[in-house]
């Protein structure tokens, strides 16, 4: 089992709908769940990060922390073309707060047509 | 401005040879981190360094070498015994919180790699 899973997609959905991308990851212990959003041919942009479970709201993006369940996903209102990218989810898993080191998932590539 | 720089942005090995990607940060920033991207697929960690001149192996550490003699540069050197070092090569960095927690991490733009 991968310590971080996401579906590689792609995920397609009209413009002005939610997209949601889910993430599930292995370890039980993990305590810091990021979200990141690379554009083809681009470096990983931080979106959110979440510690606690619930929601947390940034704008049109929203991230979902279920620890019990150990999943985290990102939701994102009214999608624009613009949203199409590859979202990575990365999770420190315990143990590894003092060196930051993330684990990171495949990647899920979303489309929002027009 | 401050951020994370890479160069080169394209980088071109022959069979045999070593070459060196540079990563350069102005944040301030504690630790630094090598990644590796293949098409596809999410980012493996290389190696990572919290303070100067201290660095530790990461998951895909053979082939590679690095060096962390300022706390602004953390260069990486893909060695010959590296057989398969095609590949998008990211350099991060974060902050040291309070209590030794390593904040988010902030990606420079990348060196893409390839062999002739």
């Known amino acids: 089992q991968k310590e971080v899973e996401q579906n590689s997609g792609p995920l397609s959905v009209p413009e002005g709908a939610i997209a949601s991308l889910n993430c599930t990851y292995s370890d039980r212990g993990s305590q810091s769940f990021f979200w990141y959003r690379q554009y083809s041919g681009k470096s990983p942009e931080l979106i959110m990060f979440i510690y606690s479970n619930g929601d947390k709201e940034d704008g049109r993006f929203t991230a979902q922390l279920n620890k019990a369940s150990q999943y985290v996903s990102l939701l994102i209102r009214d999608s624009q073309p613009s949203d199409s990218a590859t979202y990575l989810c990365a999770v420190k898993l315990r143990g590894s707060s003092n060196t930051g080191k993330l684990i990171f998932g495949q990647g899920t590539t979303l489309q929002v047509k027009p | 401005d401050g951020g994370i720089t890479q160069s080169p942005k394209y980088l071109f090995r022959k069979e045999g040879q070593n070459v060196t990607l540079s990563c350069e940060q102005n944040?301030?920033?504690?630790?630094m981190y090598w990644y590796r991207q293949d098409p596809g697929q999410g980012l493996r960690l290389i190696y990572y360094s919290q303070i100067v001149n201290d660095f530790q192996k990461g998951d895909i550490a053979e082939g590679y070498s690095v060096s962390r003699e300022k706390k602004e540069s953390f260069p990486l050197t893909v060695t010959s015994a590296q057989k398969n070092p095609t590949a998008f090569y990211l350099c991060?960095?974060?902050?040291?919180?309070?209590?030794?927690?390593?904040?988010?991490?902030?990606f420079g733009p990348g060196t893409r790699l390839l062999v002739l």
């Open positions: 991060a960095s974060s902050r040291m919180r309070l209590a030794g927690n390593q904040e988010t991490q902030y």
């Open positions: 944040l301030n920033h504690d630790a």
